[in-house]
């Protein structure tokens, strides 16, 4: 039995290659095939990843910044729902891209931990910054 | 009054001195093969003449085995075993009297074809090539064994027009009764094309024998050997047992994957009692796959390509239809999954809609669906299907992400979702259930895990399989904390301790494709039901001291 561990997560390099991959295939293809099962994946499960935002990647810290392991991290948009993941050992989040049709901008990254309160989100990735794969966030708790 | 009842008593404890202590057994023997010598874990199964029930026991240590008092009825008996790389040389039938224990003796001899012995696990294990060519074999069990497979002699390019051919079959298909999918999918020819090669590496395609050494399990031991199995022959091979559950008087439901009707089946005596529902979409497939009770007791099937629900009240033996309303309803509309266990919280029953990816939420009332894309935010390259689903007392709904690695929530009052990633990627969760303590246990198909979220903690735990390439279906979690899960693949019930990860593989008499399973927590010890989905029967295990 084990607890929550990151998940997969494409470097820049391997997003860019999967990305122009699929560009690829879906020009071929004219379209992206769709799942066939009750089912599964057609012949394989290609992981596809055409129309994705940047994926979302941080640390949980404390104000000594150590790193914190197992916080709830949060990555939401308002009122439209969200993505709930938990640090790692690292105290990493990993979260893959939202479709690009969602603003960056309007991504939220928020961080609990029993025990700690949420004392700021810094974006490391400038919010005007256009085309890139990650977007980088540290999240800082406090003790108390 | 009093008197009498002791009277009573006194006689009853003199007219069976012991019998409490040492039951005596209908039926009892060993099982030896003359080149091992006495063989442990050998399934011995018993049908009489005539009936559709098959009881099964396991021979233990020395090949030692007792059928329990009260499961053989007098009658003359058909034998049969299980034990891979073994056949039954004798007897093949035995007489069983009342009141007379019946004592046979069974010899084995080696089989000749341990290739027609072998579970889709043994085959997996079997072939050779990477985790990733194999992968794309697990759909082909859906229908038909991966023996099917390794017995062509295809090539190649032979394999390309059956495998299209195969992408135009409905997943509700068996090979008792094959439907077409009623709108065309795509044919991925670049990726077919590697699943050819492969293919034609794995079976005869270049000789008589097959390139691999067959691998195969182990027979049951120990704690796997004490079990009592019940199999009940259904009277068609085009009745396909999908999801299988109790009621509260003693009887068995089953929704039937490729034919209109739902199924009630009496274990007491074996009676069997169809009850049909109409075609919605003359021409396109038949069948229902999810069948779930809501809180009155109601059950509820979701119908597939027949597009839409329907709901039986067990009282008055009646159906309710609810078609997809024609803005949501095409070729590919598929309804496979649901929950109404909380819908009348507040009016809605929870479905999906499978080409679409979505949720679909039910407005009884109006009969009208909602579609619910869970995955607006998500990237759309990617493959999502909302399937396994539960909901809780508010009826906020929880499902599996099948096509890729998440369990998703959506709050039923503000209709937002919130994704969880399992932490293991492409997970590909599939069914699921929720505890009376509201935690979600749930089958890990692709990644030969079983697994858990706490919607109180939002946390996940995960535990392995024992048996790599089982690809669980389902798992429920008993009473006593026992967590059990099915699979199409191993012919295997698996019954794992969550406390210590500790578990224990219970052998089936014959192949068994399982899809939903559950496990009646009102006997004692509980008792475990589950389909055949390939197989048109249901099979009850129930666990000896």
Redesign the interface.
């Known amino acids: ?5 990151a ?2 997560f494409p470097t820049p390099k391997e997003y860019l290659r999967a990305c122009l991959a ?1 560009a690829a295939a ?1 020009a071929l ?1 004219g ?23 940047p994926a979302y990647f941080g640390f949980v810290r404390d104000t000594s910044g150590n790193s914190i392991p197992d916080a ?1 991290v949060t990555v939401g ?1 308002k ?8 640090s790692d050992a690292l105290g990493t989040y990993r ?6 049709d ?1 603003d960056t901008k309007e991504v939220d990254v928020s961080c609990e931990k029993e025990g700690y309160k949420q004392l700021k989100t810094f974006r490391r990735t400038p919010a005007n910054a256009a085309n890139v794969p990650i977007v980088e966030t540290e999240c800082t708790l406090q003790k108390g | 009054m009093r008197t009498f009842w002791l009277v009573a008593g006194s006689v009853l404890l003199f007219a069976s001195p012991g019998a409490a202590q040492s039951p005596t057994p209908t039926l009892a023997g060993q099982v030896s093969a003359a080149d091992a010598g006495a063989l442990e874990g050998v399934l011995v199964s018993a049908q009489r003449d005539g009936s559709p029930i098959t009881v099964t026991v396991v021979s233990g240590v020395n090949g030692a085995f007792a059928f329990p008092p009260g499961k053989l009825a007098a009658g003359h008996y058909a034998l049969r075993i299980r034990a891979t790389g073994y056949e039954l040389d004798g007897p093949q039938s035995v007489d069983v009297a009342d009141g007379r224990p019946a004592q046979v003796d069974l010899k084995l001899h080696k089989t000749s074809d341990l290739a027609a012995q072998l579970t889709n696990t043994e085959w997996f294990m079997s072939f050779p090539g990477t985790a ?1 060519q194999k ?2 074999l ?2 082909c069990m ?1 229908c038909h064994t991966l023996e099917r497979i390794a017995r062509s002699k295809h090539d190649a390019d032979a394999f390309m027009p059956v ?1 299209k051919r195969m ?1 135009g079959y409905a ?2 298909t068996i090979q008792a009764k094959v439907q077409r ?1 009623p709108a065309d ?4 020819e670049d ?2 094309r ?2 050819a090669e492969y293919l034609s590496t794995i079976n005869l395609s270049k000789g008589d024998t097959w390139p691999y050494k067959l691998q195969t399990l182990p027979r049951p031991s120990g704690a796997a050997t004490h079990v009592v199995i019940t199999e009940y022959d259904l009277p068609r091979k085009t009745i396909a047992p999908h999801d299988v559950r109790t009621d509260a008087n003693g009887f068995v439901w089953y929704s039937n994957f490729v034919e209109n009707e739902l199924g009630r089946l009496d274990p007491r005596t074996g009676a069997h009692k169809e009850f049909a529902y109409p075609v919605l979409k003359p021409g396109f497939p038949t069948g229902s ?1 999810a069948l779930e009770p809501d809180g009155a007791g109601n059950l509820w099937l979701a119908m ?1 390509f027949q597009a839409g629900l329907a709901k039986f009240d067990v009282k008055t033996e009646t159906f309710q239809l609810f078609p997809v309303q024609k803005e949501l309803n095409n070729d590919s509309t ?1 309804e ?1 999954l649901l929950t109404p266990s909380h819908w009348q919280v507040d009016g809605k029953v929870w479905t999906n809609d ?2 679409k ?1 979505s949720v679909l939420r039910l407005d009884v009332a109006s009969g009208k669906y909602e579609l619910i894309n ?1 995955f ?8 999502h ?1 909302p399937y396994g689903m539960v909901s809780d007392t508010a009826n906020n709904l929880y499902f599996m992400d ?2 890729d ?1 998440n369990v998703g929530r959506v709050d039923a009052k ?1 209709g ?6 399992t ?1 293991t ?2 997970s ?1 969760p599939r069914r699921t259930m929720m505890d009376a303590q509201g935690r979600v246990w749930f089958a890990e198909f ?1 990644a030969d895990k079983v697994g858990m979220f706490d919607p109180k903690v ?6 392995d399989v024992p048996t790599p390439h089982t690809y669980p279906y389902d798992v429920f979690l008993d009473r006593t904390g026992q967590l059990w899960s099915g699979n199409m693949s191993s012919d295997r019930v698996l019954r794992l301790d ?1 406390a210590n ?1 500790k578990s224990v593989e219970y052998l089936l008499p014959r192949p068994t494709n399982i899809r939903r399973i559950f496990v009646d927590d009102s006997t004692d010890p509980v008792t475990f039901w589950a389909g055949n989905n390939h197989g048109a029967e249901i099979i009850k295990l129930e666990l000896l001291p």
Do not use: C, H
């Open positions: 039995m084990k607890f929550l561990t998940k997969k699929v879906a293809a379209a992206v095939s769709a799942p066939v099962w009750a089912g599964g994946s057609s012949f394989g499960d290609d992981d596809e990843e055409a129309d994705e935002g709830k948009i009122n439209r729902g969200g993505v709930v993941t938990r979260v893959p891209g939202f479709g690009k969602v | 990733e992968r794309a697990i759909e859906s495998l992408t997943n509700n999918r999918v795509d044919f991925p990726r077919a590697k699943v796959l597939m598929q496979s499978v080409r990816q869970p607006t935010l998500t990237g759309r390259g990617k493959q299907s099948f096509g690695e503000t937002a979702p919130t994704i969880y990633p932490p990627p492409r590909r692709a939002e946390k996940f735990s995960e535990w969550p990860g």
